[in-house]
T-cell receptor, first 111, second 117 residues
Framework: DGGITQSPKYLFRKEGQNVTLSCEQN?????MYWYRQDPGQGLRLIYY???????QKGDIAEGYSVSREKKESFPLTVTSAQKNPTAFYLC??????????FGPGTRLLVL | AQKVTQAQTEISVVEKEDVTLDCVYE???????LFWYKQPPSGELVFLIR??????QNEISGRYSWNFQKSTSSFNFTITASQVVDSAVYFC??????????????FGPGTSLSVIP
């Protein structure tokens, strides 16, 4: 089945720790995105990538980093510089700048 | 600047009632896309529909229908004969095609729909 997978479903971070969220797609989409969703809020764009080895900052990139070494994969690292990382993280992909398709999300909690 | 407003934060209806979710958008572009997504309690956003700015025909898909009116910059979503499974947060979104920019899909704040059995 074609789709987007995110892992883990739940992730716990200790103070000062970097953690990496996985996002994989087998839709052959060129563009991939990371969004953050806080309780009762809409989606805010963290990073996006249009092609392999290229990515751009979104509206709230501080404290996050990404890589795009393969078309299928767009991992997000939440660094220790992100002081308020507790949120729901959604990965998406699109074949162009139009319809984005989303993964199931990862809930990040701080211990 | 582009903006999406969903004035209804939360709506509760009794099962089998019809419900309309409002979406009002702002854009200066003449070419744009509008979307609706559903986010059930599991969290994943499910794509429902995409409309481009040149197609004002209303669309019906089963119990779902969409009313796009450029004159009022609205793209409202109606669920007929609501069911408990319709309980979710619904997001309206806007993408300005003329910007050719991947970072400009703007999501509204969402409307939380609760369908009570």
């Amino acid at each position: 089945d074609g789709g987007i997978t995110q892992s883990p479903k739940y992730l716990f971070r200790k103070e000062g720790q970097n953690v990496t969220l996985s996002c994989e797609q087998n839709l052959n989409h060129d563009a991939m995105y990371w969004y953050r969703q806080d309780p009762g809020q809409g989606l805010r764009l963290i990073y996006y990538s249009q092609i392999v080895n290229d990515f751009q900052k979104g509206d709230i990139a501080e404290g996050y980093s990404v890589s795009r070494e393969k078309k299928e994969s767009f991992p997000l690292t939440v660094t220790s510089a992100q002081k308020n990382p507790t949120a729901f993280y959604l990965c998406a992909s699109s074949i162009d700048q139009e319809t984005q398709y989303f993964g199931p999300g990862t809930r990040l909690l701080v211990l | 600047a582009q903006k999406v407003t969903q004035a209804q934060t939360e709506i509760s209806v009794v099962e089998k009632e019809d419900v309309t979710l409002d979406c009002v958008y702002e854009t200066r572009d003449t070419t744009y896309y509008l979307f609706w997504y559903k986010q059930p309690p599991s969290g994943e956003l499910v794509f429902l529909i995409r409309r481009n700015s040149f197609d004002e025909q209303n669309e019906i898909s089963g119990r779902y229908s969409w009313n796009f009116q450029k004159s009022t910059s609205s793209f409202n979503f109606t669920i007929t004969a609501s069911q408990v499974v319709d309980s979710a947060v619904y997001f309206c979104a806007l993408s300005e095609a003329e910007r050719a920019s991947y970072d400009k899909v703007i999501f509204g704040p969402g409307t939380s729909l609760s369908v009570i059995p």
